[in-house]
């Protein structure tokens, strides 16, 4: 069974950082395409970052390009959001995903498997 598990959300102020976890089991790690999305209240879900070991692959969109680094570390499984310059536009839920079809565009297409979320609010 495919989990993916969420940590690190927390309240930051204005141009402060945050690193959010996410610790992946039940799949072979180097096979999948792993990555966050997230989610503020009414506005549309958003992919914000991709990990694709198959493809040697990151993605961002230019909402984060320059300020978000998503990271692996395979021994421990587990991806990493390493968030700066946060801004209160970023304040969402934010989710793990992974996905079998090991390429960025599957992943933040249409992503297989969800983590539970983890809240991210940044104050102004």
């Known amino acids: 069974e495919v989990q993916l598990v969420e940590s690190g959300g927390a309240l930051v102020q204005a141009g402060g950082s945050l690193r959010l976890s996410c610790a992946a089991s039940g799949f072979t790690f180097d096979d999948y395409a792993i990555g966050w999305f997230r989610q503020a209240p009414g506005k549309e879900r958003e992919g914000v970052s991709c990990i694709s070991r198959t493809e040697g692959s990151t993605y961002y969109p230019d909402s984060v390009k320059g300020r978000f680094t998503i990271s692996s570390d395979n021994a421990k499984n587990t991806v990493y959001l390493q968030m700066n310059s946060l801004k209160p536009d970023d304040t969402a839920v934010y989710y793990c995903?992974?996905?079998?079809?090991?390429?960025?565009?599957?992943?933040?297409?249409?992503?297989?498997?969800w983590g539970q979320g983890t809240q991210v609010t940044v104050s102004s």
């Open positions: 995903a992974a996905e079998s079809r090991p390429d960025c565009y599957s992943l933040i297409g249409h992503p297989r498997f």
